[in-house]
């Protein structure tokens, strides 16, 4: 075993020793993708912990800020952005409007329909926490180089493209 070996090596040779008959060769990569995955999350954690966000909340906020001037979407919007259902959508601008870090506007494109709009106390929580989430994120890069990384990132998005909701 080399000096760089990992966790998912000895799993993977165990398994080869084990099960020689089994080609485990997808734990190479997904092993690692699932370790990693656990990693990620916690730092994405703490960095809008360290802001005064929980996951959810920067989800919501973040797909607000990104979409540009005025920051608003619509609840439905939303939901597809954030991957939740319409009730939690609900239950969570509630609670964010409560927080004062967005709030309901009417749609001037449709008299039935609502917006959800970031406020300025929104804006600079969320601004606050993706630069803390990408000086985080950039540690667990360290490691690699710039061109490791493009290739991560382009083998990555060949795995997900299955995957995409449209």
Do not use: C
């Not at 020793?17 to 703490?46: G, I, Y």
């Not at 927080?99 to 406020?119: A, N, S, Y």
Request: negative net charge; charged residues 30%; without cysteine.
């Amino acid at each position: 075993m080399s000096e760089r070996a990992d966790e998912v090596d000895e799993i993977v040779e165990a398994w080869l020793r084990e099960r020689p008959d089994l080609d485990v060769s997808p734990m190479q990569v997904l092993s690692r993708v699932s370790r990693l995955a656990r990693h990620v999350d916690n730092v994405r954690k703490e960095a809008f912990a360290t802001h005064g966000l929980e996951s959810w909340e920067f989800d919501v906020l973040a797909a607000l800020r990104r979409s540009g001037e005025p920051y608003a979407l619509s609840p439905g919007r939303l939901v597809a952005q954030t991957h939740v259902t319409s009730g939690t959508m609900t239950n969570r601008v509630d609670r964010l409007t409560a927080r004062g870090l967005v709030e309901r506007q009417p749609d001037p494109g449709d008299r039935r329909g609502v917006l959800v709009q970031l406020t300025g106390a929104g804006r600079e929580q969320v601004d606050g926490a993706i630069a803390e989430l990408m000086r985080s994120e950039a540690g667990l890069l360290e490691n690699l180089s710039a061109a490791e990384a493009e290739s991560l990132a382009t083998a990555l998005r060949t795995l997900m493209v299955p995957f995409r909701t449209p």
